[in-house]
């Protein structure tokens, strides 16, 4: 029972119903964390990528969502991965660090008492468990970033540099490195020399992710930040130099910022660490973003589990292009009732003697079913009905949805409960989905043969996803780049909505472009 | 009886689909457009009909060759050197419309489709004693028009007034006449208008008779009045001979389905679409108030509304073609791909979707 190992945890920022706005409407329904990408919450991807740290003894997700909202995930989750998750549910925002502070004594005081009571409810005395052990890590990851995290990777380097802490950094373009956390590092080291948020001019194009791993002395930093901040307020006194930094001067005692308040003081002080991760890393902020991180978790899962993506040549099942995601309860009905004309049949029969071109012609159309085809970038959420010769590119297809014969769904996620008429149509305005018309399976295929190595060749997938949709130059956070239906939307028949954003529980029974439907 | 239809010039109203085919062969409900008049000239009896033409009469004629036997009709061009507005070319083809008989001929404008009441035309004519007669139609917005005021009970023509701005009556001309030779008199060869120069002088002479046109009337000049038009035609088809149109559980309201086209399953068609001979329309498609011309392909899920879809092109599986959109002859939209209005000239592959009306060069 007993181990003398180093035990390291996991804190996950979900952030609180107040934030993510930009997410709406579909966080109107369901916290953001929540929101399924590649068939998977959001929260998901990095709980799972946490399973993959070597003795880790729990994960903590900190927010300020109502209990409520995530007690059936975290008990699902917990089960499912066998490993201890928790919700801890902050008052009110205290900031990335403040947050982690403020429950600075539960993630310390991680002991197996705990963790068994809370899910074996042990019979035995709990006494016999008792053996405190000491965490010697902490990992704090943000819950809207989406990457590969590459966590033991990063845990071993930061054991290497031996600091306080180590941070993921990604290479960005100049021109995008403005919207994020620029950092500067030693090229032989690795040490933060230099960190800035959001600057106004260009400092780097290494940016930060949002992932890290502290020692536990970290608490001493953010504690020293909320300190000064006390007595600074208690000095009632503004000098010159404090009305500069007035925008932190108003900042409550308890609200600690972990990049400027935290990472900016202790760059150069050799105990901040950078570890580069060349995979995918993308910021979910908008709707536009969630479908394209949808696309990067459904190309990692053809190398770390292609048991999740489904298959299917349309023979006698839907005709399955690219990275599909479809949960097993989803009902996509693969032919009507595989149909074939059976007076064509008969023709055909009849007029075998009339030449090949003719009966092979004839035979071709007899054999044009009613199936679906489905991808690439799809995912199909729970008990969805997806009906007979549909086409679906580039969605999300999320719970309870309906979509009837003939619809097509392009670049769009259709929300809970939707349902789409027979020969309607959901789309965006230009293909900007993911190269839309290079097949996607010949790309990997090739890259496959180049390679000598799948997973290769699929970090190679990954990489043109994610520099097709650079290129394409698709504004993201736009909020037009994509069509979104919130829950209970009703699309009729043969209608279409182009480029729109359609609040839940309406009804379009005429077509729209461009419009946010309140 | 002779008659003489007045072609006139390059359809440019009814491009694209008029860069392939002269107007008057550009099909209307799986018929060229002019083969509608001809074959209801040959019903009440006209032997002979004359085309006014000043664009490509070769080929006109060319087409019209296996229809002078297979109707037995005689069908000849009067080509104009210069445009000779609506009353100049019946001096122009004078020689070929006076005969011995002394009958009336019957003068048609090509763009006008109706259940062509030539009958009832001559015995109207017959009974005024008058040297012209010609149809009206009501409209709703007569003063978009040239309105013939009449005398209601005997139909004597009062006078023409054209837009007029103050409401003086609701018919209109419906470009279809039948004049004694004599009128022919009235005519010089040069370029002028039978309403605005002829006409009126005959109705100043109380010898000029209007009828209201029993049935539909539509100027297919333009799509959008032509995809009217088809409405109107295959409305009044369902009266007159219902069995020409497509029955079963897949159609939706008047369809005419040629017989050597071929429908796929699960499809839903109509109301009121057209789709020509040698047409493939493969399964799962929805075609309403549209016209798929000959040698089509509508491949797989696809669906169009208000569309002409004009000869040899293709529309992709699950393509979406809507609200006026036109697309000439041998016209490839990829698949998936939606096109809203898109006016798209012959030969191109559309392979970007077409969001707001616009033209395809």
């Known amino acids: 029972m007993a181990s003398s190992e180093e035990r390291v945890v996991a804190v996950i920022m979900v952030g609180g119903p107040t934030k993510g706005t930009r997410f709406r409407p579909l966080s109107l329904n369901i916290p953001k964390p929540l929101f399924p990408l590649a068939g998977q919450p959001m929260v998901h991807h990095p709980i799972s990528a946490c399973k993959r740290i070597p003795n880790l003894a729990q994960i903590y997700l900190v927010g300020f969502y109502e209990e409520r909202e995530f007690a059936l995930y975290v008990s699902s989750i917990s089960n499912e991965l066998k490993v201890p998750v928790r919700y801890l549910r902050e008052d009110k925002p205290h900031g990335s660090a403040g947050g982690l502070y403020n429950f600075r004594d539960l993630i310390l005081e991680d002991n197996p008492v705990f963790i068994f009571c809370y899910y074996t409810s042990a019979k035995a005395s709990p006494l016999t468990f008792v053996i405190v052990e000491r965490i010697s890590h902490i990992f704090l990851l943000n819950c809207d970033v989406c990457c590969s995290f590459p966590l033991p990777e990063m845990l071993e380097a930061h054991r290497r540099y031996g600091g306080m802490g180590t941070i993921l950094v990604i290479k960005v373009s100049a021109e995008s490195a403005y919207q994020f956390g620029e950092l500067v590092a030693d090229p032989v080291t690795n040490e933060l020399l230099h960190y800035t948020e959001k600057p106004e001019t260009f400092v780097s194009d290494r940016i930060n992710c949002g992932v890290y791993i502290f020692r536990p002395d970290i608490f001493t930093a953010i504690g020293g930040v909320s300190t000064q901040r006390k007595d600074r307020a208690n000095l009632r006194r503004m000098s010159s130099f404090d009305a500069l930094q007035s925008a932190t001067r108003s900042l409550p005692s308890d609200f600690v910022r972990l990049d400027q308040d935290i990472l900016s003081p202790l760059a150069g002080k050799k105990q901040l660490y950078t570890y580069e991760t060349m995979d995918f890393w993308e910021q979910i902020k908008t709707p536009g973003m969630a479908l394209k991180c949808s696309a990067l978790y459904l190309a990692q899962y053809r190398c770390t589990s292609s048991h999740l993506l489904a298959s299917g040549d349309g023979t006698n099942s839907a005709s399955i292009i690219g990275d599909v995601y479809i949960h097993p309860s989803a009902k996509v009905h693969s032919t009507a009732k595989n149909i074939v004309t059976s007076s064509s049949i008969d023709k055909a029969n009849l007029l075998d003697g009339l030449g090949d071109e003719f009966v092979f012609q004839q035979s071709k159309f007899s054999d044009s079913k009613m199936g679906q085809s489905i991808g690439p970038n799809v995912s199909i959420?729970?008990?969805?009905?997806?009906?007979?010769?549909?086409?679906?590119?580039?969605?999300?297809?999320?719970?309870?949805?309906?979509?009837?014969?003939?619809?097509?769904?392009?670049?769009?996620?259709?929300?809970?409960?939707?349902?789409?008429?027979?020969?309607?149509?959901?789309?965006?305005?230009?293909e900007c989905y993911t190269y839309p018309n290079m097949p996607i399976l010949l790309i990997t295929e090739i890259l496959r043969i180049l390679h000598k190595s799948f997973c290769n060749a699929i970090q190679w997938h990954i990489r043109l996803l994610h520099l097709s949709s650079e290129q394409a130059g698709g504004d993201h956070n736009a909020k037009l780049g994509i069509t979104i239906l919130g829950e209970a939307v009703n699309v009729e028949d043969e209608v279409v909505v182009v480029n729109s954003i359609v609040l839940p529980n309406k009804t379009l029974n005429m077509s729209v472009q461009e419009e946010i439907i309140l | 009886?002779?008659?003489?239809?007045?072609?006139?010039?390059?359809?440019?109203?009814?491009?694209?689909?008029?860069?392939?085919?002269?107007?008057?062969?550009?099909?209307?409900?799986?018929?060229?457009?002019?083969?509608?008049?001809?074959?209801?000239?040959?019903?009440?009896?006209?032997?002979?009909?004359?085309?006014?033409?000043?664009?490509?009469?070769?080929?006109?004629?060319?087409?019209?060759?296996?229809?002078?036997?297979?109707?037995?009709?005689?069908?000849?061009?009067?080509?104009?050197?210069?445009?000779?507005?609506?009353?100049?070319?019946?001096?122009?083809?004078?020689?070929?419309?006076?005969?011995?008989?002394?009958?009336?001929?019957?003068?048609?404008?090509?763009?006008?489709?109706?259940?062509?009441?030539?009958?009832?035309?001559?015995?109207?004519?017959?009974?005024?004693?008058?040297?012209?007669?010609?149809?009206?139609?009501?409209?709703?917005?007569?003063?978009?028009?040239?309105?013939?005021?009449?005398?209601?009970?005997?139909?004597?023509?009062?006078?023409?007034?054209?837009?007029?701005?103050?409401?003086?009556?609701?018919?209109?001309?419906?470009?279809?006449?039948?004049?004694?030779?004599?009128?022919?008199?009235?005519?010089?060869?040069?370029?002028?208008?039978?309403?605005?120069?002829?006409?009126?002088?005959?109705?100043?002479?109380?010898?000029?008779?209007?009828?209201?046109?029993?049935?539909?009337?539509?100027?297919?000049?333009?799509?959008?009045?032509?995809?009217?038009?088809?409405?109107?035609?295959?409305?009044?088809?369902?009266?007159?001979?219902?069995?020409?149109?497509?029955?079963?559980?897949?159609?939706?309201?008047?369809?005419?389905?040629?017989?050597?086209?071929?429908?796929?399953?699960?499809?839903?068609?109509?109301?009121?679409?057209?789709?020509?001979?040698?047409?493939?329309?493969?399964?799962?498609?929805?075609?309403?108030?549209?016209?798929?011309?000959?040698?089509?392909?509508?491949?797989?899920?696809?669906?169009?509304?208000?569309?002409?879809?004009?000869?040899?092109?293709?529309?992709?599986?699950?393509?979406?073609?809507e609200n006026m959109t036109i697309l000439g002859e041998d016209v490839h939209v990829c698949d998936e791909i939606y096109s809203n209005g898109g006016v798209v000239l012959p030969h191109k592959e559309i392979k970007s979707s077409i969001l707001k009306p616009e033209i395809v060069m």
């Open chain 1, 381 to 430: 959420s729970a008990n969805a009905r997806v009906g007979p010769g549909v086409r679906l590119i580039s969605c999300i297809i999320l719970d309870d949805v309906e979509i009837k014969e003939n619809a097509v769904v392009i670049h769009a996620i259709v929300g809970w409960k939707s349902s789409i008429g027979r020969w309607s149509r959901v789309q965006v305005s230009q």
């Open chain 2, 1 to 321: 009886m002779k008659a003489l239809i007045l072609v006139g010039g390059f359809g440019t109203r009814l491009r694209p689909l008029t860069l392939s085919v002269p107007k008057p062969l550009v099909d209307f409900a799986n018929k060229p457009m002019i083969l509608h008049q001809i074959e209801a000239l040959k019903a009440v009896g006209v032997t002979e009909v004359v085309l006014a033409i000043n664009y490509q009469p070769e080929v006109m004629l060319n087409f019209l060759k296996e229809f002078e036997t297979k109707l037995g009709i005689k069908i000849t061009c009067s080509q104009e050197t210069e445009p000779l507005g609506t009353a100049g070319p019946l001096a122009l083809a004078r020689d070929k419309l006076i005969d011995d008989s002394g009958e009336p001929f019957f003068v048609l404008n090509s763009d006008v489709i109706s259940e062509y009441p030539f009958k009832e035309i001559i015995e109207f004519h017959k009974s005024h004693g008058g040297e012209a007669s010609i149809m009206v139609t009501k409209v709703d917005e007569p003063s978009k028009y040239g309105v013939v005021v009449m005398e209601e009970s005997t139909g004597q023509v009062e006078k023409f007034v054209e837009k007029p701005k103050i409401f003086v009556g609701n018919k209109i001309n419906a470009g279809i006449y039948l004049l004694d030779p004599s009128v022919l008199d009235r005519i010089q060869l040069r370029p002028t208008s039978i309403e605005k120069e002829v006409f009126p002088k005959i109705a100043a002479e109380k010898k000029l008779y209007a009828m209201v046109l029993p049935g539909f009337w539509m100027d297919i000049g333009q799509p959008r009045d032509y995809i009217t038009g088809l409405r109107l035609y295959l409305d009044s088809l369902r009266k007159k001979s219902s069995s020409k149109l497509a029955v079963g559980a897949h159609i939706v309201g008047n369809v005419l389905v040629d017989e050597t086209s071929k429908i796929g399953e699960g499809c839903l068609i109509g109301p009121d679409v057209a789709i020509g001979p040698g047409c493939v329309v493969e399964s799962g498609v929805r075609l309403s108030r549209c016209t798929i011309m000959r040698g089509v392909r509508v491949k797989k899920h696809a669906c169009i509304s208000s569309s002409i879809i004009g000869w040899h092109s293709t529309v992709g599986q699950w393509a979406r073609v």
